[in-house]
């Protein structure tokens, strides 16, 4: 059977129309073999100059710049970030380690995922849908200071705040390990829920 999609960065209304699709199998190619994967998470700052991403300078990681509510949460936050990775990414062969951890053994190969700065549009971004994973260097940025009390209905606790953060950062960190985009509120690939949804235990589906 087949199954069509649109593009990862097409907007994100649904189209209802007649398709015409052209199928062309090439079985010479060969998926490659799965490897072990690093995601470094940078809250140290960072200058960024991507063709994709843009260039923009983002400063350390502290979440009173999110709102004055969160002044002094900043670790808790972290903490909290890092745990829902871990949690989201246990069942898979990826590594995560951040920046207040000791550096990655030269010679690894990792994606960076960073936190901070703030996007009108958007609340994260990545810089690729590395199908297959093949290049093992890609970005990302999670525009933290997006994640103001206004875009949930509630004001979020700071462990919810950093789950929310924590799930945003572990989508965009989905497309540089290959994934798409999906339609399913618990789907950390989910691209159509209100800000809420972050709040909750989402997860990878099938």
């Not at 079985?27 to 809250?43: C, G, K, M, N, R």
């Not at 949460?73 to 970030?81: D, L, Y």
């Not at 965009?172 to 690939?189: C, I, K, Q, R, Y």
């Amino acid at each position: 059977y087949l199954v069509v999609t649109h593009s990862p960065f097409a907007g994100s209304g649904q189209f209802v129309g007649n398709y015409r699709a052209d199928i062309i199998r090439e079985s010479s190619f060969e998926v490659p073999q799965p490897v072990a994967q690093t995601l470094l998470l940078d809250f140290d700052g960072a200058l960024v100059n991507s063709p994709v991403l843009g260039k923009m300078t983002l400063a350390p990681f502290d979440a009173a710049d999110i709102s004055p509510f969160y002044s002094g949460e900043t670790e808790t936050i972290k903490n909290r970030i890092r745990e829902v990775f871990q949690q989201n990414y246990e069942r898979f062969n990826v590594i995560i380690v951040t920046t207040d951890d000791a550096p990655p053994p030269t010679g690894t190969a990792y994606s960076t995922i960073s936190f901070g700065g703030f996007d009108r549009d958007a609340f994260g971004l990545a810089e690729d849908v590395d199908l297959y994973n093949l290049d093992h260097y890609d970005d990302a940025i999670i525009f933290t200071e997006s994640f103001t009390p206004s875009v949930f209905i509630g004001v979020p606790s700071a462990a919810e705040l950093g789950t929310a953060i924590g799930n945003v950062g572990s989508h965009e960190a989905g497309h540089v390990l290959g994934l798409n985009h999906t339609d399913d509120d618990l789907d950390l690939m989910d691209d159509q829920s209100p800000a809420d949804a972050f709040l909750e235990d989402q997860e990878f589906m099938e």
